[in-house]
């Protein structure tokens, strides 16, 4: 395995390089595995990756580039005295890996997490690391966090959040108006949790805990692992950037010459409530967006559908939001705390019919919707209010066979009566980003359409509950094709 480098000006329209790190040295002879990038104070990077050595242990390389005056990056050493970190001796040997960005608490020194499994356990643990110089590195006495029911911890992130805006911060950065996200992940999930840092006594006082069920506050409720975050000190963000994994054979893979794709990066911060992050596409997205279709004010009566042509449905980005103007007054919505979690999680479905809901977006769509992909909202009572759920129903995305389709779904965090309830999709032949909540949710599907392909692609609207949703405002746009991995001009 080796490390593919492409560079952008715009995070999306990418230029394709040499390799930046191959297996050339006996730390890593075996594999060049994840790992992260820290930019030390003089402005020079630094690459901390898992190596797979010669006798396939997991240990820390250090990479330095070659010419730090070349702006492109291209060439990277690994000077003496790797591997910088090996597994302790509580640790397998393979079960050791993915370091973090550094960062520098106030005492001046160097600290850096690497996620691993303890021996003969299912505790998963971001064990810390500590140095004056970034070459010599001392493992801290305890672990930054562990959890006893995760098992290993992969592509651990750690960062601070503003609690006052949405502007992104330095990876360093400390004080009275941050708090800190640890980021994990184990068991196909991204998870997360929000806490308090001291850099003076290296102790993150986490708000929950990683439970390993779904009740974990996940960066998505689809198909997304091992996401890296970023600050990007230009436009003052925080930028998240995860991997698609295929959901077709390893067969289909071999055919294709390649498997795994990345998402569209996205912006990341805390959230107005303090408790859970947001997510947005990079505003540079918007740059692809072409054609325009706009629609307002539709009353969408049960069991009705509306498709939404004008624009190229296979490769486009939708906002639409709904009201339910009369549900204060309605008492037929179903109560969410007489059912089972069985029954709530069979909501996700899309052939559930309820009261307010199925309602929001079939994408990827043949003309007799013998494929589709719904993307969609229902509303259940919640106590004294209502809980919106929002849910991507693959089971219906392809008619190949040998596919991996997944009901997905999670709740929306907004009170339906003071809000609208707000989707956008961003559509890619095969890939569906959906934000629900102006993104204080994301369900990313990976699909496999047969005949819902290029022109053969429709995009509806639709309401299958029993009452009446408002469409209150509808706008979407064909995409420009990006620019990927071309070959360097």
């Known amino acids: 395995m080796v490390w593919g480098h492409s560079v952008s000006q715009d995070l999306v ?24 990038t820290t930019i030390l104070p003089d402005g020079k990077p630094v690459i901390l990756y898992t190596g797979n050595d010669a006798n396939k242990h997991q240990v820390t390389v250090l990479a330095e580039p ?31 890996r993915d370091p973090t960005t550094a960062w520098q608490g106030q005492d001046g020194k160097w600290r850096a997490l690497v996620g691993a499994k303890e021996k003969d356990s299912n505790k998963g643990m971001a064990i810390l690391y500590h140095s004056d110089d970034f070459v010599q590195w001392t493992k801290f006495s305890v672990p930054l966090l562990e ?7 992969e592509c651990v992130d750690f960062f601070p959040v503003s609690v006052t805006g949405k502007e992104g911060l330095d990876t360093s950065v400390n004080d009275s108006s941050v708090r800190h996200v640890l980021k994990t992940s184990y ?10 840092y001291s850099s003076e006594t290296d102790v993150f006082s986490a708000d929950s805990e990683f439970t390993n069920t779904a009740a974990d506050l996940r960066y998505d409720y689809g198909n997304l692992f091992a996401s890296k975050a970023f600050f990007d000190s230009d436009k003052n963000r925080r930028i998240s950037w995860g ?56 009353q969408l ?24 103007p009369d549900l204060e007054n309605d008492t037929d919505v179903l109560d969410s705390e007489e059912v089972d979690e069985a029954t709530l999680i069979s909501g996700y479905s899309a052939s559930v019919k309820g009261v307010y809901g199925p309602f929001g977006l079939l994408a990827l ?87 819902a392909i290029g ?35």
Not at 147 to 153: A, D, H
Not at 261 to 272: A, D, L, Q, T, Y
Request: charged share 25%.
């Open 13 to 36: 329209n990418w230029i394709k390089l040499e390799p930046a790190l191959s297996p050339s040295v006996p730390s890593d002879i075996n594999s060049c595995w994840s790992g992260s």
């Open 66 to 96: 070659k010419d730090p005056s070349d702006p492109l990056l291209r060439e990277w050493v690994k000077p003496k005295g790797n591997p910088v970190m090996v597994p302790p001796s509580n640790v397998p040997v393979d079960c050791f």
């Open 147 to 153: 959890s006893q029911v995760t098992g290993m911890w």
């Open 187 to 196: 068991g196909g999930n991204d998870c997360y949790v929000i806490g308090t």
């Open 243 to 298: 991997w698609i994994m295929e959901r077709d054979s390893n067969e289909d893979d071999i055919v294709k010459g390649w498997a795994g794709i990345m998402c569209i990066p996205r912006e990341i911060w805390m959230g107005s409530c303090g408790k859970k992050l947001m997510q947005w596409p990079v505003e540079e997205i918007n740059n692809l967006r072409a054609k325009k279709v706009s629609l307002d004010s539709k």
């Open 301 to 324: 009566e049960g069991g009705s559908i509306l498709e939404i042509s004008g624009i190229t449905a296979s490769q486009a980005d939708v906002e639409v939001a709904f009201d339910l």
């Open 365 to 451: 769509a043949s003309n007799d919707l013998s494929e589709h992909t719904a993307i969609f909202f229902r509303v259940i009572r919640r106590g004294n209010g209502y809980e919106v759920l929002m849910c991507s129903d693959e089971s219906k995305s392809s008619l190949r066979d040998n596919i991996e389709k997944a009901t997905l779904g999670t709740s929306l965090d907004i009170d339906p009566r003071h809000e609208k309830i707000s989707l956008r999709c961003l559509i890619d032949h095969s890939v569906i980003e959906s934000y629900g909540g102006v993104g204080r949710s994301v369900i990313t599907s990976r699909i496999y359409p047969k005949m």
């Open 455 to 489: 022109e053969e692609a429709r995009l509806y609207v639709f309401n299958h509950g029993t009452k009446t949703v408002t469409m209150s405002s509808l706008e979407a746009w064909s995409m420009r094709k990006a620019q990927i991995n071309s070959n360097e001009t």
